[in-house]
């Protein structure tokens, strides 16, 4: 029988079925973090429960660190307790961890791909919804609540039914300064928020074919803004690449017979999805958000929509904005370049394109936070650091930061950030913030001009 | 786990859409290493204004509502897979959410803590907001067993579906590491010979 690529990787998982119930899908790779698995940890313990596989677990604190003075001890009593309980749990249980100041520390999703954790046909997990980013290497990879958490340390699986497929094909050839920020925004602004609510997405069509990886990440992480709990891309030679020679990657003839293996995954010509949805890729323009959720987006020419609904209204008057306004030339105060979603080399590379030889406007605070210690060292490398400085721009140490704000990267009540995160939930990024997703080049040309400014007339 | 059989109780009205979790609980209040007191942060920042002070507009300050039902707009839960929202939730005292949708992730969350999430039609959902709003001695009864939720008052009686696992785990209080600790010997067979 046909199958899809969602299929093939979880029929070879399933332990086994409950009779009119869930299956027991067995995990690969359970990474953790320091703000979802402290009660996951103590359940374990007070059940006397031991962890069954320890060594298939990777752990980094990214959620609650400071993004200064990294190398000082941490100054809230709250986080540092945080942070500290997790060394102390990994320590205990043999679970390998990159905390604070290791080379390999980072956002989970952007450092576990690095080390060549994240690999085709697996199965992911991690106690946070983004976990859906490793679905760019045809992996099934979903994020989980803590009690899941505590199922995985036990044995290594998790009771699922099984969810139904839905395939986004985007097709054609994108314009100039669309980036697939862009285009995964795009989506959701077409699909809404909960379009994908019980369904696992295949991307597909030429416009992800041609997409680095990096791209293809940003694409799957924001799966779960439309609902569903993970985002798919096919594996293939891109893919293969940037897994080749990472630290945990196979080696030699290992690594062939697993290429061999991957190229067996993607759908089968006549496999069926659930549902279907078909874009052209010359319809997609640099996208901007303008409400509460990720599904109220516009292209960036276009004016907000006149919808009579009390949700969108309570969400346009918690934006401070108006039906059928335009965001142009909005002052903006504050950007954020970061999270999970934009904070790989490529994100920073696009930003230090546009920045280049400018200045960042006077009322701007601009923060630019790498996703990783290796995506901070390369930022180094290539000399970005430099244009960035030179721009008047701060370049801060890696982390989760102002994408959920957790630490001291607040933005102010009332302010607005044009941000390249995820979620523009109310006060997201600290108590009466207001949140504009957009594109690291939204986000680069807002610092320099202090406004939202129509990025297309500078394209074409 | 507790276990979940029967609920009567008045219901509070949540008349909003896309409720997300971090409007149930905000991610500065995820510091904490146990599960307890989250709910004194639950919806912290429509029940209290920045600087402290209560806002009485929100209808969980409103003396007029009281009980262990939330009864909520559509897409209730989306969002973040923080499970401190299920925590929050309860430990405020609810036992039931209503809404017409529910986020996958907090749905399987609240399953998994005892909180029953009745997923409803919009019509269904629509008649019990009018009501409580308007009449919040209203009784509504929840039979997990026959999976039915009924409000006598307005002759609304509707079925609900769960997954059967899932209604027997409540019923009896059974968590799913229970379930999966007892299989541990099919896994590791598993293991020994999974093929990819």
């Known amino acids: 029988m046909s199958k899809t690529l969602f299929d093939k990787v979880w ?80 320590k205990k249980n043999n679970i390998t961890l990159y905390e604070l100041g290791h080379k390999y520390n980072g956002i989970v999703h952007v450092m576990a791909p690095e080390l060549g954790v994240t690999q085709p046909g697996l199965t992911m997990v991690c106690g946070d919804s983004h976990t859906s980013t490793h679905g760019a290497f045809g992996a099934i990879a979903f994020g989980i609540g803590t009690s899941q958490v505590a199922q995985v340390f036990a044995s290594q699986c998790l009771l699922l039914t099984k969810p139904k497929s839905l395939r986004v094909t985007v097709n054609g050839k994108l314009k100039n300064g669309v980036l697939p920020k862009d285009v995964i925004l795009y989506i959701i602004a077409k699909l809404g928020t909960n379009s994908g609510t019980g369904y696992f997405c295949e991307y597909a069509g030429n416009v992800f074919e041609e997409m680095s990886m990096e791209g293809r990440m940003t694409v799957c992480n924001m799966s779960i803004e439309m609902g569903a709990r993970g985002g798919m891309i096919a594996p293939d030679q891109t893919t293969f690449d940037y897994v080749e020679g990472r630290e945990f990657a196979p080696k030699g003839e290992a690594f062939k017979n697993k290429v061999a293996y991957w190229k067996t995954l993607p759908t089968d010509k006549d496999a069926k999805f659930d549902k279907e949805y078909h874009f052209d890729a010359q319809d997609i323009e640099p996208m901007i958000t303008y409400g509460t959720n990720p599904g109220m987006g516009i292209k960036i020419s276009e004016y907000i929509p006149e919808v009579s609904d009390a949700s969108f209204e309570k969400s346009l008057k918690y934006m401070d904005f108006k039906k059928g306004e335009s965001l142009i030339n909005k002052p903006i105060n504050f950007v954020f370049i970061g999270s ?86 109310e006060g997201r990024q600290g108590q009466g913030s207001r949140t504009i997703l957009a594109s690291p080049l939204v986000a680069a040309a807002t610092a320099i001009e202090g406004k939202i400014i129509d990025i297309t007339k500078q394209l074409n | 786990m507790e276990k979940f059989t029967t609920l009567q109780s008045t219901a509070i009205p949540l008349n909003i859409e896309n409720v997300d979790t971090d409007q149930i609980i905000p991610a500065r209040f995820l510091k904490a290493t146990d599960r307890q007191g989250f709910g004194n942060n639950v919806f912290r920042d429509w029940r209290y204004h920045k600087d402290g002070s209560v806002n009485s507009d929100f209808v969980l300050n409103n003396p007029k509502y009281s009980g262990s039902i939330l009864v909520a707009g559509d897409n209730f839960g989306c969002g973040s897979s923080r499970e401190h929202a299920a925590w929050a939730i309860t430990d405020f005292g609810f036992k039931v959410v209503v809404s017409s949708f529910f986020a996958d992730i907090f749905k399987g969350n609240a399953l998994n803590n005892g909180l029953l999430p009745i997923q409803v039609t919009d019509v269904c959902l629509k008649a019990l907001l009018a009501q409580i709003e308007k009449h919040p001695e209203t009784v509504i009864e929840v039979n997990l067993e026959n999976q039915t939720i009924l409000a006598k008052d307005i002759n609304l009686l509707a079925h609900f579906e769960i997954d059967p696992y ?11 590491i229970d379930y999966l600790v007892n299989n541990i010997k099919l896994i590791e067979a598993f293991e020994a010979q999974k093929t990819y």
């Open chain 1, 11 to 90: 029929d070879s998982h399933v332990v086994n079925s409950i009779e009119n119930g869930p299956q027991i899908l067995y995990i690969d790779k359970h990474l953790i973090h320091e703000v979802t698995s402290p009660q996951a940890f103590n359940e374990l313990e007070d059940r006397k429960i031991p962890i069954l596989r320890p060594n298939q677990i990777v752990a980094t604190a990214d959620h609650n660190t400071p993004t200064q003075n990294q190398e000082k001890p941490v100054e809230d009593e709250l986080s540092r307790k945080q942070l500290a309980q997790l060394s102390e749990n990994c």
């Open chain 2, 166 to 176: 899932k209604k027997t785990c409540m019923i009896n209080g059974y968590d799913d």
């Open chain 1, 340 to 425: 999970c979603t934009n904070s790989r080399i490529e994100d920073f590379r696009v930003a230090a394109n546009y920045i280049k030889g400018k200045q960042k406007a006077n009322n701007v605070t601009a923060w630019l936070v790498p996703g990783s210690k290796q995506v901070e060292a390369q930022i180094i490398e290539e000399g970005l650091k430099t244009v960035f400085e030179d721009a008047g721009f701060e370049l801060r140490q890696p982390g989760c930061s102002a994408c959920l704000a957790m630490n001291d990267d607040k933005i102010p009540q009332g302010e607005y950030c044009v941000s390249t995160s995820n979620r523009n939930f």
